[in-house]
């Protein structure tokens, strides 16, 4: 890792690649248009709206983030993305119907320039979703060098200087690791025989990094987190974060039981559902495919409250979660918690959460940020997995060796100290002994 004076400058273009043109990608790319234009706020986003404490509390100095630290600058920010449909990025974000159309309307010369290449897709991944918009080629190697060659003739149109690649596509079938992941040998060899443990997100994965493009994924599939992706990543020195963006119910998860926690509270039981009706309700109304959220959303719970450590308060601790897809709701998600609490002396109390969210209004900032942390880990020389990224991400990737850091409030000390760090600045250990020597 570089020491400040040695994070490469964020000048020029920023290209952010997105595969999948569905209401996350659009919501997150209209949103960076309006905001630009001053049309609206970009609530939620730390890069834009957050500030870092600095030295001592007595100091005073407290600046934003984005003046702390170079990120790319919102109006260098160029967009190019796949998609299995062909409707450009304002016919998308009308489809995903998050962003009213009075907003909308005013930038549609702007999005309706986006339009999706054509997709690396295969059902077998994603049962509920078909598009004509999908490449043909003879292996999923050939398919990989044609993403390659999108992506370096989007960097020559638009001047590009560097890029990042997001996952925003859908949620693969549940898959776990086997012998095509275990090496780049085995799996370079796997994309020639067109093995079946390559889902489409490996493809688009494995051309980033090929390309030296650092990669986020949005969503809860395997793709990078393999030992074959880390070492190609390693190679082409490009960094790495995943896994499934923390919105909604996980979000709120993430923030109560920390608290229940740390006041020593049992629980006996959390009872999560939730109704969807956009794509991915839809997509995730597969077994399969919710299979792979499921897996994602249940093992927060398991790490934050560390059972092994504390087993009278929530070894029995029964942990369900359910996703409903509901059509009439569209983007506008409802989760229901119910959660059984034990408190002093064995007795029982109930919380109820209801939160009526918007899936994609709380997913597009982090795209923002991920995005721009992810461009300033590749200018700082810092390749692999950025755990420091965990804040964003309901599955978080991490060194073999360690367990997954859920808790939000460590996520945030620890993402905000690796700025620090980056800067040469002090750590922030929140002892403050001195004020009172
Ligand atoms: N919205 C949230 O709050 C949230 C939170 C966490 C994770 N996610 C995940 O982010 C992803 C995107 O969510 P969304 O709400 O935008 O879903 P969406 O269904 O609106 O958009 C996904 C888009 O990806 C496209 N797609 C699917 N497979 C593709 C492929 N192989 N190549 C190119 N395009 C492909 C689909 O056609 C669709 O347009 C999902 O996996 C979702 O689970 C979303």
Redesign the pocket.
């Known amino acids: 890792m570089k020491n400040s004076n040695e994070i490469a400058p964020a000048t020029g273009k920023l290209g952010v690649l997105l595969?999948?043109?569905?209401?996350?990608?659009t919501t997150f790319i209209a949103g960076v248009h309006a905001v630009r234009r001053g049309l609206a706020a970009p609530i939620g986003s730390l890069t834009q709206m957050g500030t870092i404490r600095l030295g001592k509390r007595t100091d005073g100095r407290s600046p934003l983030i984005k003046d702390f630290i170079s990120l790319a600058a919102l109006d260098d920010m160029v967009f190019g993305a796949?998609?299995?449909?062909e409707d450009n990025c304002y016919e998308?974000a009308r489809t995903?119907g998050v962003i009213e159309l009075d907003l909308l309307s005013q930038m549609k010369d702007e999005l309706s320039s986006i339009k999706p290449w054509p997709?690396?897709?295969d059902r077998r991944y994603?049962k509920r979703?078909d598009?004509p918009n999908v490449k043909k080629g003879a292996s999923k190697r050939e398919l990989a060098d044609q993403v390659r060659t999108d992506i370096q003739q989007f960097k020559t149109a638009n001047g590009v200087d560097r890029m990042v690649m997001v996952w925003?596509?859908?949620?693969e079938v549940f898959m776990t690791e086997g012998e095509a992941h275990a090496s780049l040998e085995a799996f370079e060899r796997a994309l020639d025989e067109s093995d079946e443990a390559v889902p489409?997100?490996m493809v688009y994965a494995y051309a980033a990094l090929k390309e030296g493009i650092p990669f986020a994924n949005?969503?809860?599939n395997l793709t990078v987190d393999t030992p074959a992706m880390l070492e190609l990543a390693g190679q082409t020195r490009s960094s790495l974060c995943g896994k499934?963006?923390k919105?909604?119910q996980t979000l709120m998860k993430t923030i109560i039981a920390p608290g229940l926690k740390a006041r020593l509270l049992g629980i006996a039981g959390w009872y999560s559902t939730n109704i969807l009706g956009?794509?991915?309700g839809e997509?995730?109304d597969d077994p399969e495919s919710f299979k792979t959220?499921e897996e994602s959303k249940k093992s927060v719970l398991d790490y934050i409250l560390q059972p092994d450590l504390y087993p009278s308060l929530y070894d029995q601790l029964c942990h369900v979660v359910r996703i409903n897809y509901y059509p009439p709701r569209g983007?506008n998600k409802e989760g229901w918690d119910n959660i059984d609490l034990v408190g002093w002396l064995g007795y029982p109390m109930q919380l109820k959460v209801n939160f009526l969210c918007r899936?994609?209004v709380?997913?597009a900032p982090i795209v923002l940020d991920v995005a721009l942390f992810l461009d300033l880990a590749q200018r700082a020389g810092m390749s692999g997995i950025q755990e420091w990224l965990s804040f964003y991400f309901?599955s978080p990737m991490h060194a073999a060796a360690l367990y997954p850091e859920h808790d939000l409030f460590i996520q945030l000390m620890k993402l905000k100290n690796t700025l620090r760090y980056l800067k040469g600045e002090e750590l922030i250990t929140h002892l403050g002994l001195e004020y009172y020597d």
Not at 82 to 85: E, N, P, R, S, V
Not at 168 to 171: A, D, L, M, R, Y
């Open positions: 595969v999948g043109l569905g209401a996350v990608s796949w998609d299995i449909f998308a995903a997709a690396v897709f994603v979703l598009g925003c596509g859908s949620t489409s997100s949005a969503a809860p499934d963006l919105t909604g956009n794509r991915d997509v995730l959220k983007d899936d994609s709380l997913a309901k």
